[in-house]
């Protein structure tokens, strides 16, 4: 069983930067793929980033290739976004996830969800 809790969500002008934790407790963390995904009032959950179990491989989607990085510490059991050059359309609660498969995480088959931090980008 794996619980996660999200932080680091907030208010920020375009162009900004924050960076949101994933806190997990239980002692596999480190067996799980870790993923970021967001949803945008009225739109559908969408896949945003991945990280592989030891952190040496990550995958994003196209709308944030450049701007987002994802990283791990599992000595924390902690997985990070960081979200650079920020844009209005990146406003969305942001949910982190885990799971034992790479490709169901992605179409967002997931194992475990946080709750979700709360991430507005003003213009």
């Known amino acids: 069983q794996v619980q996660l809790v999200e932080s680091g969500g907030g208010l920020v002008q375009a162009g900004g930067s924050l960076r949101l934790s994933c806190a997990a407790s239980g002692r596999t963390f480190s067996s799980y793929i870790m993923g970021w995904f967001r949803q945008a009032p009225g739109k559908e959950r969408e896949w945003v980033a991945a990280?592989?179990?030891?952190?040496?491989?990550?995958y994003y989607a196209d709308s944030v290739k450049g701007r987002f990085t994802s990283s791990r510490d599992n000595a924390k059991n902690t997985v990070y976004l960081q979200m650079n050059s920020l844009k209005p359309e990146d406003t969305a609660v942001y949910y982190c996830?885990?799971?034992?498969?790479?490709?169901?995480?992605?179409?967002?088959?997931?194992?475990?969800w946080g709750q979700g931090t709360q991430v507005t980008v003003s213009s």
């Open positions: 996830a885990a799971d034992s498969s790479l490709r169901e995480l992605r179409f967002g088959v997931v194992d475990y």
């Open positions: 990280i592989s179990w030891s952190g040496s491989t990550t």
